[in-house]
C-alpha cells in the first residue's frame, strides 16, 4: 500500500475525527453474517452499551436503531415515519444543521415551517414558546447542538416546552452524543438521532436513533414511511438485535470495541469530563489571543467543538492559508462553515473557525494542537 500518497493528518475539524489505535485494529476482527448468531454478538453489546451511554435505565422504554447511513439517515427516517401528510412540522434552528432539519421535511412533502435564531445564539425558549402557541404544530425539530455555531441548546427545557404544547420533539444529537449527556430521559423526545463519526471516536458509516414509545404509535398512523426509513420495520430488526439492511460488518467490530471501551474503560461520566476540560482549554486559549472572542452566546457553549471570531481584517481566504499551513505540519484545521462564513463575509461581518474537541481527543493533543495553532495565527 506504499504507492497510496494519503497524507496522515490530525484531525480537529468537527467530525470525522481522530480515531484510537485500537479501533482501527478492531477493522481486522472477522466478518459475520447478519442474520447469524454472530451478529448478536456484535450488536447485542453495542445496543446495551448505547443506552448506558446515553444514561437510559436498564428497563427503559426506548428502544435503539442502527441504520446504515449516517446522521441524516437517522434524521430523515425520524420526519418520514413521524410527520404526517396533514401535520405542520416546526423545525426550530440555530444554524445550518437546524435547516438541515428543515429542508428534509421540505423535500419529502411534509408541511413544514421554520423558527430561526441568529447564528451564535441557541433557542429562546419564550419566543419557541410563543411560536408553538401561534403555530399549533404536531411535530418539532431542534439541534442539540449545532455544529456551524459550535451552541448547545437547552434541550431538556425546549423538549418539555414542546411536549406542553403536545407535540412530538424530535432531536439531532448529531455532533454531540458521546461527547456530553444526551439527556433524553429528562427530555423525552419522540426520537433522538446521532451518528458514529463525531464523539463516539468511530469513523462514519450508521446513523443510530432513540425511539420513544409514542413514536410507535405515530408511525403506525403516517402512510408511506419508505422502506429503509420506516422506523417501525427498523424496530422489528432491532428488537432482534439485528440492523434492517446489511450493516457495514468493519464498522460493527469497530463499534463493540468502541462503546466497551467508553462505558466499561473509560467510563461515561469521565469521557464527558475530558470533554468539559477540553471546551474550557479552548476557552482559556482563545483569551489568551488577541482580537480573537468566542462566537457562541455565553452559557450555551459546546463541549464537543468551538467557533472562535476572527479579528475584523481577516478573511475565508487567510482562513484557507491558515488550513494549509496547518496542513504542512500534520493537522487537519476547519476554517469554519464554509457557507455561514460566506454569508457572514457578504455582511462585513468577522468570520469563525472551528475547533473540534471531540470524541477520542485528549487534552495532552489538544494543548499541542493549540500551541502550534497558535503560532500559525501569529505567523501570518
Ligand atoms: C448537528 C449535525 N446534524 C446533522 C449532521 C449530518 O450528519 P451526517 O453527516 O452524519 O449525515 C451533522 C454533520 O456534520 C451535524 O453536525
Keep these: 500500500m506504499n504507492h497510496l500518497d494519503f497524507a496522515s493528518l490530525k484531525l480537529f475539524i468537527t467530525g470525522p475525527t481522530f480515531i484510537r489505535d485500537q479501533v482501527k485494529q478492531a477493522a481486522l476482527l472477522p466478518e459475520f453474517g447478519h442474520r447469524d448468531t454472530e451478529n448478536a454478538k456484535r450488536f447485542g453489546p453495542i445496543m446495551a452499551n448505547l443506552k448506558a451511554l446515553a444514561g437510559l435505565p436498564v428497563d427503559t422504554d426506548y428502544q435503539v436503531v442502527i441504520y446504515n447511513g449516517s446522521g441524516s439517515t437517522a434524521m430523515e427516517s425520524s420526519i418520514r415515519s413521524l410527520a404526517a401528510d396533514n401535520d405542520l412540522v416546526l423545525n426550530v434552528s440555530v444554524g445550518a444543521f437546524g435547516d438541515l432539519y428543515?429542508?428534509?421535511?421540505?423535500?419529502?412533502?411534509?408541511?413544514?415551517?421554520?423558527?430561526?435564531?441568529?447564528?451564535?445564539?441557541?433557542?429562546?425558549?419564550?419566543?419557541?414558546?410563543?411560536?408553538?402557541?401561534?403555530?399549533?404544530?404536531?411535530?418539532?425539530?431542534?439541534?442539540?447542538?449545532?455544529?456551524?455555531?459550535?451552541?448547545?441548546?437547552?434541550?431538556?427545557?425546549?423538549?418539555?416546552?414542546?411536549?406542553?404544547?403536545?407535540?412530538?420533539?424530535?432531536?439531532?444529537?448529531?455532533?454531540?452524543?458521546?461527547?456530553?449527556?444526551?439527556?433524553?430521559?429528562?427530555?423525552?423526545?419522540?426520537?433522538?438521532?446521532?451518528?458514529?463519526?463525531?464523539?463516539?471516536?468511530?469513523?462514519?458509516?450508521?446513523?443510530?436513533?432513540?425511539?420513544?414509545?409514542?413514536?410507535?404509535?405515530?408511525?403506525?398512523?403516517?402512510?408511506?414511511?419508505?422502506?429503509?426509513?420506516?422506523?417501525?420495520?427498523?424496530?422489528?430488526?432491532?428488537?432482534?438485535?439485528?440492523?434492517?439492511?446489511?450493516?457495514?460488518?468493519?464498522?460493527?467490530?469497530?463499534?463493540?470495541?468502541?462503546?466497551?471501551?467508553?462505558?466499561?474503560?473509560?467510563?461515561?461520566?469521565?469521557?464527558?469530563?475530558?470533554?468539559?476540560?477540553?471546551?474550557?482549554?479552548?476557552?482559556?486559549?482563545?483569551?489568551?489571543?488577541?482580537?480573537?472572542?468566542?462566537?457562541?452566546?455565553?452559557?450555551?457553549?459546546?463541549?464537543?467543538?468551538?467557533?472562535?471570531?476572527?479579528?475584523?481584517?481577516?478573511?475565508?481566504?487567510?482562513?484557507?492559508?491558515?488550513?494549509e499551513a496547518m496542513r504542512a505540519q500534520g493537522y487537519l484545521f476547519d476554517p469554519g462553515y464554509g457557507k455561514l462564513n460566506d454569508a457572514l463575509a457578504a455582511q462585513g461581518k468577522a468570520v469563525l473557525f472551528r475547533i473540534g474537541h471531540m470524541g477520542d481527543i485528549t487534552p495532552d493533543m489538544l494543548e499541542e494542537y493549540l500551541d502550534i495553532l497558535k503560532h500559525a495565527l501569529q505567523a501570518r
Design 102 to 323: 428543515h429542508k428534509m421535511a421540505v423535500v419529502n412533502g411534509k408541511q413544514a415551517r421554520q423558527l430561526s435564531f441568529e447564528p451564535g445564539r441557541a433557542v429562546d425558549l419564550d419566543l419557541l414558546e410563543k411560536t408553538m402557541r401561534q403555530a399549533n404544530p404536531q411535530v418539532v425539530t431542534i439541534t442539540h447542538n449545532e455544529t456551524s455555531t459550535g451552541v448547545t441548546n437547552d434541550i431538556a427545557a425546549a423538549c418539555r416546552l414542546i411536549r406542553a404544547h403536545n407535540a412530538l420533539p424530535l432531536v439531532d444529537g448529531v455532533s454531540i452524543f458521546g461527547g456530553a449527556p444526551s439527556l433524553i430521559s429528562e427530555s423525552r423526545p419522540a426520537m433522538y438521532c446521532t451518528s458514529t463519526q463525531k464523539s463516539l471516536g468511530l469513523p462514519a458509516g450508521f446513523g443510530i436513533a432513540f425511539v420513544g414509545p409514542d413514536a410507535v404509535a405515530k408511525a403506525e398512523k403516517v402512510k408511506f414511511r419508505g422502506h429503509s426509513s420506516d422506523i417501525l420495520a427498523q424496530l422489528g430488526r432491532s428488537a432482534k438485535t439485528q440492523t434492517l439492511t446489511t450493516p457495514n460488518c468493519t464498522l460493527a467490530n469497530q463499534m463493540r470495541v468502541q462503546l466497551d471501551h467508553i462505558v466499561h474503560g473509560e467510563g461515561v461520566q469521565n469521557r464527558f469530563d475530558r470533554h468539559l476540560k477540553m471546551r474550557d482549554m479552548v476557552h482559556a486559549w482563545v483569551e489568551t489571543l488577541d482580537g480573537f472572542e468566542l462566537f457562541a452566546q455565553a452559557g450555551r457553549r459546546s463541549p464537543t467543538l468551538t467557533a472562535v471570531r476572527c479579528p475584523g481584517g481577516m478573511s475565508v481566504q487567510d482562513l484557507k492559508a491558515l488550513k
